[in-house]
């Protein structure tokens, strides 16, 4: 292994576009959207998802303007600590591993029952050894090769997506008959119950799962530091993506809502399923099952390379032991890697072992904190570019700015705080937030304590050599 601490810059624009849409498009859309419709309505749900998609819109606005004009692996935490302090950055950093690492732990579980569909007789543990190898591989032999790999799995979504905005549009208008035979729904079921027939306080009880929804498209800011010519290539990806993001989520969850009756929806069945089954797919549960595992696989592959960038760049900054920022003459962190899998294997684990205390309790606090670190995005923003001004340098110095500062990163921590507000309104969310809020704290008090004993430490060693 090198010393070297210098990750290698291979990343592409279209490498980083395919990264970020293949950690957004995952298991939030394929299920959690029937969820939400089945909680807030058809209207409802659009306009959460509206509400989402301006929140995203906020957060990447300052995570762009932060990764261009430092374009660091490990973005969030970095940022953190530089402008919120130490002690922030620290603890945002963990927040992030958690969240992939967790993440690791239901995806492969998740992808082995996908493969039991076509292969009941496999135990879903052999399936879940086999893709953490394939993922590992994946991230091990190169960056390269990673974005590659994420560019192709990404791919197959998109396209997957698309098809499914196309037919379904075409069976709302009645040029694709519907199965049973009857008339096309047109708009019909958008206010069937009503525009909001729970009220409007289902909306802001389901905010963090929306927002939970569009989470990956900050990985952005963690490979900027591996990308090529991060000041033109980061800018382009950020526009991409968060169009295509709101073209492909705001179109899905419009066909959705059109074709699904409120009291239809769930999570028992993918609503892509039920979609896809009312015009009449052949061979429907086959596509979305290979789709699904897909998008699985995807979600686990961009989960790995995020939680490993976090180790690799805690111990860049001397927060962690020297090894964990070790590359391999590949110019990748495989201790960080190891150790990341690890913790999804555990999670893997826990989630058999103890589904109902330990698997929960972590899965909360991974979606609470996606929140949080789109918090501290918006919090480090406001902070950088008001110490660039008190600096007296000039706007024109930034090659990407966010445009409406202060309004951008004062509006997006707002909407990100209510929606971390609007957990305790539901409650089987409730439990992110009594999860969560003691890990900051512990998160925090590890951080000082460390730091505490640290300079304990150095203070001694000084007095000895005096």
């Not at 976090?310 to 150790?339: D, H, K, Q």
Request: charged fraction near 10%.
């Amino acid at each position: 292994m090198q010393e070297s601490q210098q990750l290698q810059r291979t990343m592409k624009a279209r490498h980083l576009v395919m990264l970020s849409l293949g950690g957004v498009i995952g298991t939030g859309l394929f299920f959690n959207t029937g969820y939400i419709i089945s909680t807030t309505g058809a209207a409802g749900t659009l306009l959460a998802y509206l509400i989402g998609a301006l929140v995203v819109w906020l957060v990447m606005q300052c995570l762009g303007e932060l990764a261009v004009a430092m374009p660091e692996t490990g973005a969030f935490h970095v940022y953190a600590a530089r402008y919120l302090g130490p002690a922030t950055g620290y603890t945002v950093a963990w927040l992030y591993w958690l969240t992939w690492t967790v993440a690791l732990g239901s995806s492969f579980t998740a992808a082995g029952f996908c493969m039991q569909y076509w292969f009941p007789q496999v135990p879903v543990w052999v399936w879940c050894l086999v893709f953490c190898v394939v993922i590992f591989a994946l991230n091990v032999f190169s960056t390269r090769l990673f974005a590659e790999g994420e560019f192709w799995f990404s791919l197959i979504k998109v396209v997957t997506i698309v098809a499914f905005i196309v037919l379904g549009g075409a069976a709302m208008f009645g040029i694709l008959p519907m199965k049973d035979g009857s008339p096309a729904p047109l708009f019909h079921n958008l206010t069937a119950a009503g525009w909001f027939p729970a009220g409007t306080l289902p909306i802001l009880m389901t905010m963090v799962a929306v927002n939970f929804a569009f989470s990956g498209t900050e990985l952005i800011g963690i490979a900027a530091g591996e990308t090529e010519n991060p000041q033109q290539v980061v800018p382009v990806a950020i526009r991409t993506t968060i169009v295509r993001l709101v073209i492909f989520f705001l179109g899905t969850v419009l066909v959705l809502a059109a074709l699904i009756p409120m009291d239809q929806a769930g999570v028992v069945k993918s609503p892509f399923v039920l979609v896809f089954e009312k015009i009449g797919i052949p061979y429907a549960a086959d596509i979305i099952n290979f789709v699904i595992l897909t998008a699985i696989l995807s979600a686990a592959n961009s989960g790995l390379y995020a939680s490993g960038r976090m180790l690799w760049s805690l111990s860049n900054e001397r927060t962690l032991p020297r090894s964990f920022s070790r590359l391999t003459r590949r110019g990748v962190p495989l201790t960080a890697l190891s150790v990341s899998m690890l913790g999804g294997v555990l999670a893997l684990f826990s989630s058999v072992v103890a589904p109902d205390t330990v698997f929960v309790a972590l899965s909360a606090i991974s979606g609470f904190a996606v929140v949080a670190v789109w918090l501290s995005i918006c919090a480090a923003h406001f902070m950088f570019r008001r110490r660039h001004l008190a600096e007296g340098r000039a706007l024109s110095e930034l090659h990407y700015r966010a445009p409406w500062y202060p309004l951008t990163p004062i509006l997006g921590f707002a909407l990100c705080l209510i929606a971390c507000v609007g957990l305790a309104f539901d409650p089987s969310q409730r439990i992110a937030l009594w999860c969560g809020l003691p890990f900051v704290a512990f998160c925090y008090g590890a951080y000082y304590l460390t730091h505490f004993f640290r300079t304990r430490r150095h203070e001694e060693s000084r007095h000895v050599a005096e």
